[in-house]
């Protein structure tokens, strides 16, 4: 399964199916959806990666890989919480779909819902 870009049910679908399976999305699904939510954002890409640039981007960039690289079905309501604050202070017109922490969110909803 590969992320397809700019797809945001198929990309919950394919966390969900991950939880299912107990599975980690791939490094390129990872750095697919960080790129997209700069992009939703509005940054400059090149200060997620720099943490010289903005220390709130690296520190974003951090968390999300941190909770991304997790079993899908372990995601869980605390993930989503640290990760949507870490997501507002880096950038200031991030909007709610499509963004890591929705895509998480949605997960650590669904992993309720089990």
Do not use: C
């Not at 980690?24 to 990666?49: C, F, Y």
């Not at 951090?62 to 949507?84: C, F, G, M, T, W």
């Not at 507002?88 to 963004?99: D, K």
Request: no cysteine.
């Amino acid at each position: 399964m590969s992320y397809q870009p700019r797809s945001t049910l198929q990309f919950r679908n394919n966390v969900h199916e991950r939880a299912r399976q107990g599975q980690s999305l791939s490094n390129e699904e990872i750095e697919q959806i960080t790129r997209e939510t700069v992009e939703l954002a509005g940054a400059d890409p090149s200060s997620v990666s720099t943490q010289s640039q903005n220390p709130m981007h690296a520190q974003w960039a951090a968390s999300a890989d941190r909770v991304l690289h997790k079993p899908a079905n372990r995601i869980s309501q605390a993930d989503a919480k640290e990760l949507h604050n870490v997501e507002m202070r880096a950038f200031e017109n991030l909007p709610a779909q499509g963004s890591v922490a929705s895509h998480v969110q949605s997960q650590a909803d669904q992993n309720d819902r089990v």
